[in-house]
């Protein structure tokens, strides 16, 4: 069964057909926003990560994660920060 015809059965006689047809428009309209508002997030979130300090692994850093999505850093990259910051005394 289609989704306009679900919403209709499940509806009828409680809406009007015009605003059905408003409700509906409504929810397709807020799925297209959600696409827009992904894709101005997927900028955003690049804009970030060029910052190369929001993509250091360090204590505190939100963005360490999502940053690893765009910018990996290799197995070598990693072994050398994590000797670079690790505490005193750590044997490695």
Do not use: W
Request: charged content about 15%; overall charge negative.
């Amino acid at each position: 069964m289609a989704f306009a015809q679900v919403i209709q059965t499940l509806l009828s006689g409680c809406i009007e057909e015009a605003d059905m047809k408003a409700m509906l428009a409504f929810v397709v309209l807020t799925a297209l926003t959600g696409c827009q508002s992904t894709q101005h997030s997927q900028a955003e979130l690049a804009r970030i990560c060029a910052d190369p300090a929001n993509r250091a692994p360090t204590p505190g850093n939100l963005y360490f994660d999502e940053c690893q999505a765009l910018h990996p850093y290799s197995q070598q990259q990693l072994q050398r920060l994590y000797r670079q910051n690790a505490p005193a005394g750590v044997q490695y």
